[in-house]
């Protein structure tokens, strides 16, 4: 996927487009011939073309869908709209646990948190962390579990566990799309591990884009 950042004074927008055929998309784009209208207007003096690979296109497709193209603030961590909490999740982080808020957890929980970005629909998240947490204490032994569409608590007995550090790895870091089947394919099905992995790329992505916003 190509993309630029589009920065204003307070908020900001990842203008990009997914593309099967890289090489040929970049000559267009270089040679000015790019009239994709979701790109926006790419000026090279002006903005730096980037470029995030991912596993496969429907994984771009997501990315783009989740995170390209629409505007953004800046310092989403200090701003709290109780009748617009966002579309961003937000994670806590303990050594035998974690926290996944699906909406801005409010002013007060602020502490020690991490914006994971866009990552989906709490409903459907709700859904399917409710359905394979069945099958996730085939890997690690569950201390405490609850999760509705706000938010996701895991904390579990061994906090060395290696399933467990890799399930908090793919929130807290994303692009693990080529370990998920690895780690997990033998307990989940398709669904979940797709599920899995679109999680996994727009996470990548969005800590990518925050680091060059930095």
Known sequence: MFYFLDRGERTFCVRGIFTEESGQTLKQIENGDFNFEKFGNFDPSKNKLEFYPTKSIALAEVVQNQICNQRFPLN???IFNLSDPGFSWWMSIQDDGFQIFM????????????NLGPLGDPKKA??????I?????NLFPIEEFYCNEISFNLRVKDKKNFFFQALKNLFY???MENEISEYFGAYLGPYHLNFFSEISAIRGFWATIKNQLN
Not at 103 to 114: A, S, Y
Not at 126 to 131: A, D, L, Q, S, V
């Open 126 to 131: 709700k859904r399917i962390f409710n359905e």
């Open 103 to 114: 909406r801005h957890p409010g002013p007060d929980m602020m502490e020690n948190i991490i």
């Open 173 to 175: 870091q994303g692009s």
């Open 76 to 78: 989403e961590d200090i």
């Open 133 to 137: 947490i069945f099958k996730l204490v």
